[in-house]
């Protein structure tokens, strides 16, 4: 008899979770998998898939109007949210079996209940059930933060803005990272009055500085407000269901939907990981080596509940990386260099490596290359809103040490330029290349 239940038990069915499984399963492991919710994790069901959809919805507000300038007239235009809601949450449940099917088509058992560790090489489901497992990962994640104020419990989450019963004239998001900025720009777009409260007096910490001025101009060019050094103090429920938000030094606020966006952090609470001798970190998550091992042997994590970088893509790495590595029998580890990353805001913004502020604290002697312009896309528009592309180049190598860009489709123009930094091409290659023209791309080639 087998001296364990499965080869690999996996708690969470995330990104991450359903790579490993699928990878492991396929080097001949016998594999389970525990969600308490939904296959998919946070991205598919409640991150960055459905907001993304989201975002495209919203985009057609201006199209429409800019469609005028292009000869069109479109009669009676009306928006109706409950329509976008369920589209975008019928394909979440397209996703949710596609990805219940891939575990499936690798004969991945999983169970859709609560897991948590009992010890070494035991999980105890929340049936009752214990099982065992040569190997257990943790995937569980991260969930929204919500800071601790009266009245909390009348704000929501990211988890719970998909599901609003009818959009909301007024809008109230404390925080200014992407969760906060993208969903700023989704209601904005589609007519609600939105207000941006932030402890700090920045948004998108990390982001290059100049990108997040351009946003910051932009964004109240359309309408949405802030108040900075300005976190909520108390949240009170009126009569007619609407929310007004007090403060320290401002005037209140009301609003019918407050949404907190104020962050992630590692879902670890109530695992059991200390009945494996699995300590925390102080941000409650889970300390990890190279090759995805905690402080038992055992036990593994990846993806957000280990807090190196939460995004999807990263977790999927790291995912395949532990598969291939504990039961593949190729031992290797994940590249945590020039990762690229987007804010799909409106407009979005991307970047690359390293931002001026870094590469000056790294490196001293750098050149700065941009490109501030006026896309072609907003030519007829009566927005007045201009791109900026910016390229931090190290000036003893000609090495571009990073790539910086706000304006339409910027995401899916940095992923080819991310190839180029990560390939540590240097300025001249960049210089080298012919532009493709007409194009807002044909910018990274033609900086001075």
């Not at 909301?168 to 589609?190: C, D, K, S, W």
């Not at 900075?228 to 009301?254: M, Q, Y």
Request: glycine share 8%; hydrophobic share 40%.
């Amino acid at each position: 008899m087998a001296e364990y239940d499965y080869d690999l038990f996996v708690i969470g069915a995330g990104s991450g979770g359903v790579r490993a499984s699928r990878v492991a399963a396929s080097h001949g492991a016998k594999v389970a998998v525990a969600e308490e919710f939904r296959i998919g994790g946070t991205c598919v069901i409640r991150g960055c898939v459905p907001k993304k959809l989201l975002v495209y919805g919203s985009h057609f507000a201006e199209e429409l109007q800019d469609a005028a300038h292009y000869g069109w007239t479109i009669d009676k235009m009306h928006f109706d949210w409950a329509t976008l809601r369920d589209t975008v949450l019928r394909d979440v449940d397209r996703l949710e079996t596609a990805y219940t099917n891939t575990l499936d088509s690798h004969k991945v058992e999983h169970f859709h209940e609560r897991a948590t560790i009992a010890g070494p090489h035991a999980v105890r489901l929340a049936s009752g059930r214990e099982v065992s497992a040569r190997v257990i990962l943790v995937a569980t994640g991260a969930w929204p933060v919500m800071p601790h104020m009266e009245g909390s419990e009348h704000a929501i989450t990211s988890n719970e803005v998909f599901h609003l019963p009818e959009l909301p004239r007024r809008v109230l998001i404390q925080g200014a990272g992407y969760i906060a900025m993208e969903f700023a720009g989704v209601f904005n777009a589609l007519g609600c009055h939105v207000t941006v409260v932030n402890r700090s007096d920045q948004i998108l910490r990390g982001y290059d500085e100049s990108l997040r001025d351009r946003l910051l101009q932009i964004t109240m060019a359309r309408g949405i407000e802030y108040r900075f050094h300005c976190p909520i103090k108390r949240l009170d429920k009126n009569a007619g269901g609407s929310v007004t938000a007090h403060f320290d030094k401002h005037d209140p606020i009301e609003a019918d939907v407050v949404l907190v966006a104020t962050g992630r952090s590692p879902n670890t609470s109530g695992l059991g990981l200390e009945n494996a001798g699995v300590a925390l970190g102080p941000k409650g998550e889970i300390p990890v080596d190279a090759y995805n091992r905690t402080s038992c042997e055992s036990i593994y994590a990846v993806g957000d509940v280990t807090d190196r970088v939460q995004l999807t893509p990263v977790a999927i790495r790291e995912g395949h990386a532990f598969a291939d590595t504990v039961f593949g029998g190729n031992p290797r580890t994940i590249d945590y260099d020039c990762i690229p990353s987007a804010v799909f805001s409106q407009p979005p913004l991307a970047g690359v490596g390293l931002t001026e502020a870094d590469a000056r604290a790294h490196h001293g002697d750098i050149k700065v290359y941009s490109s501030d312009f006026r896309p072609m896309k907003n030519i007829f528009a009566e927005r007045h809103e201009r791109g900026l592309y910016k390229m931090i180049v190290c000036s003893e190598t000609g090495k571009v040490l990073g790539v910086h860009m706000i304006g339409p489709e910027a995401p899916e123009i940095l992923q080819a330029a991310a190839i180029a930094v990560k390939a540590g091409l240097t300025k001249a290659d960049f210089d080298a290349t012919v532009a493709l023209h007409p194009s807002m791309a044909e910018e990274l080639v033609l900086m001075r």
